[in-house]
């Protein structure tokens, strides 16, 4: 009886894997990458460079700012900067009948110091990975869709492969090098076992927070707004409708310093609803850094008087466990180490689908024996994105510096690059023989990671000579990181290039193991 439920469990995990894999790997890679999505928006924006200033001031340019430019705006979004995020970034939302709604961004950067708009080139920067993470620059909500349900896959993969390994642990100190199936078994055993407890959280956790998305009817059953919901779960202040009469904002400082000592935490976020009228409120938010809870608390003043309103967030369970979902998929709480632990994870998250991609194609090779058009259509996929995608990513980077600075659209030029790039590897590919391809993909894969600290070079003051120089850490270690990744690809095309030596004949193949045979 355990045998047949193991060897189901290994079908379940095979296919549903295969099924999931390439979106799985596209999302890992890219949701890995966005655990330094301020580092790469930054890096892409070598023209900005700001002074620190306290919170405070950067709050009042802020609003200095939008008064000048929106005062009569429906709301105002402001996040200031921290420590990772220099500059101050605000959000106007004009109200429906303004002439300035198709005018004016959506997003501006602001100068903490002075409150004027950032001058530096339109990129998307991070945000292209974080968002393609999960949305797979598909429409709303249909990406956000596909990716729950290849989460759902993933979930199901892992709790199938945990079954499936008996010798779970065992498995987890086997290496076998150069040895075809096995060492891909190895691999994938090895790269999944290592941090099996955080594939599963990061699965979980991407599922719960989209999961009134996916799972509406009990929201829709009883309430008939969901912004009614949003207001009891959550529980976000009520919105005061706009009365018409026009007040003067009341001074942002001092409700900076009142926030920071009622929530026992710096303030973030600030949130005006209604500026310059008599129902305005203005809500100031505890900061995502200072804690695993990605839903803080925040306090609402009245935007007229400074009178204290109410205080959210607090003494919720059902709240508190949503904001700590959401904080541990996004690790926005995480220092430098830790982070870089999550990053870690996140590619034997890479290595596990990839591997196991891999596997499914070397357990159904048969030498001297053509391959069948299923085996020939993953092999091609997986060509596509294994390769592909590395190779999108990094034009994508790559055409931020080769792109003029103050071109119009470069921000939609750099992103449609990724995929014009991505694509193309996967269409050249189908017309090279498999072995030759990858060799050649990983090849370009190396010689365009080494371009982009070059083009740095050469088209910015901040290049790595200089910033080594200057100290600048960030730009020099975001050079080295992807002089590193440039030697991994090359080190996989030298591997890939190799002819394997021919094995020598035994007088009787061995038998291969329990746990080999449940997974074949």
Sequence with gaps: MSVSLRQSMAWIHGWLGLLAGWLLFAMFLTGTASYFRPEITRWMQPESRVQAVSTERAAATAIAYLQRTGADDLQWYVFLPDARRPTTEIFPVPKPDAAKAASRPDEIELDPATGQPVTARETRGGEQFYRFHFQLQLPHPWGRWLAGLCAMFMLAAILSGVITHKRIFADFFTLRWNKGQRSWLDAHNVSAVLALPYHAMITYTGLITLVTMYMPWPILANYKQPAEFAQIAFSQPADRPATGKRVGLTPIVPLIADAGHRLGAPVSRIIVHHPNDQAATITLAQGTGTTINARGPSVTYDGATGRWLEQSGTGSTALATAGVMLGLH???????????????????????????????????????????????????????????????????????????????????????????????????????????????????????????????????????????????????????????????????????????????????????????????
């Design 330 to 520: 996004l690790a926005q709480y995480a220092g430098p180490a830790l982070r870089w632990a999550y990053f870690a994870m996140g590619l034997t998250g890479v290595a596990m689908v990839g591997t196991g991609l891999l596997l499914w194609t070397a357990k159904r090779r048969r030498p001297g024996a053509a391959p069948f058009f299923g085996l020939r259509l993953v092999e091609r996929l997986n060509i596509a994105v294994i390769v592909g995608l590395p190779v999108g990513m990094a034009s994508y980077l790559l055409a931020n510096r080769l792109i003029p600075a103050m071109q119009p659209g470069r921000a939609d030029a750099e992103v449609a690059t990724m995929f014009w790039a991505w694509g193309l590897v996967a269409l050249v590919q189908l017309v090279r023989p498999a072995r030759r391809a990858w060799r050649e993909g990983f090849a370009l894969a190396a010689l365009v990671f080494a371009a982009i600290p070059l083009a740095d070079a050469l088209t910015t003051t901040r290049g790595l000579p200089g910033s080594l120089l200057s100290g600048d850490t960030l730009f020099a270690a975001f050079d080295l990181a992807m002089l590193a990744i440039a030697a991994l690809f090359a080190f996989a095309a030298w591997r890939t290039g190799r002819v394997p030596a021919p094995r020598r004949r035994r007088a009787a193949p061995s038998a291969p193991s329990r746990s080999e045979t449940i997974h074949a």
